[in-house]
Each structure stands twice: as structure tokens, then as C-alpha cells.
């Protein structure tokens, strides 16, 4: 599975987070990005949030003022099918490697895009790191970062190893 990053982001803290033209993915995400809750967000197996453009489109179409960016990713992608990730599974992304490590928890910080957006993109089988559940890979995935390297728009992310 091949797709296209389609935007880099980051922020001071919090979101939305912003695009930048190109970035450097280190151990503990891209440089510049800060979390507002260390408890919460980044470390080093939360380093690096994917989300897919398609989700992105699709809470756009379903009356979602959402954008790029605006649910907190650092990496925009196209072209890769969410629900058929796996935790454990590897991605090139660049010139970098990650690692699915767990599904994003949607947090209260995604109110402001609609009450009921968290319901949308995340519920208890995904929790539960149920992949049957309909809502698998809506909320994004965090990623550890295996090596790391540089990263932009239009760059390669791909499915280089699964668990299956």
C-alpha cells in the first residue's frame, strides 16, 4: 500500500496544527511541534499522529468545519487505506520509518469542530483495539519512530511490514 503525504504539521501546543514545507522526524516526533499535554500527547510512542485526508474529507462532508491540520496530525496523508493498519504495522513515511503503536484518543479539544465529532471518528471497540470496529483508523494513528529522517509534502508513505 503506497499513498502521498499531503501535508506536515505542527503547532506551539494544542491544535489546529499548522503546515510546514518540510520537517525532520526525530525519536520524538517532528522538530518544531510542541504538545500541550505532555500526560497525553508526544513521547516516544506517541511521537508522530496519522491521520488520512480521506477521513479529513469525509467529516468535511458530513458538515464538519474541519481542515488539514485541524484534528491535530502531523502527517496528512493520501492514498493509504486506515482501516486496514494494524498496530505493529511499519510505514516509510519520507525519508523516516515509523511504527503504529495505538489508535488516537480523541480528546475534548476536538469540541470546538462539533460535540458529536469524537463519536464520529472513535468508539469502545476501537478503545479496545478492535480493527472490526466501523470507526478503525477514523481518529488517526500514533506512531514511534523507528529511524528517523526528513519529511514533506508530496514524499512517499507506504506499508513496508505488517504483522499479518
Known amino acids: 500500500m503506497v499513498g502521498t503525504i499531503l ?15 518540510q520537517g525532520m522526524i526525530t525519536a520524538l516526533g517532528i522538530e518544531g511541534d510542541q504538545h500541550r499535554n505532555l500526560m497525553l500527547h508526544g513521547g516516544p510512542n506517541k511521537a508522530v499522529l496519522l491521520i488520512s485526508a480521506e477521513i479529513v474529507d469525509e467529516l468535511i462532508s458530513r458538515g464538519y468545519p474541519v481542515f488539514y491540520g485541524a484534528l491535530g ?39 470546538p469542530y462539533g460535540e458529536t465529532i469524537r463519536a464520529e471518528i472513535y468508539d469502545d471497540r476501537v478503545f479496545a483495539r478492535d ?34
Open 7 to 21: 501535508q506536515v504539521n505542527v503547532s506551539p501546543g494544542g491544535i489546529p496544527k499548522r503546515p510546514i514545507l
Open 73 to 111: 496530525e502531523n502527517l496528512t496523508t493520501r492514498g493509504i487505506d486506515f482501516k486496514s493498519l494494524r498496530i505493529g504495522d511499519q510505514l516509510r513515511a519520507g525519508g523516516a520509518i515509523l511504527e503504529i503503536t495505538l489508535p488516537r484518543f480523541p480528546c475534548a479539544n476536538l469540541n
Open 131 to 164: 480493527p472490526s470496529s466501523p470507526r478503525w483508523g477514523m481518529s488517526g494513528f500514533y506512531a514511534r519512530v523507528i529511524s528517523p529522517g526528513p519529511v514533506g509534502p508530496g514524499d512517499i508513505i507506504a506499508v513496508e511490514a505488517t504483522l499479518a
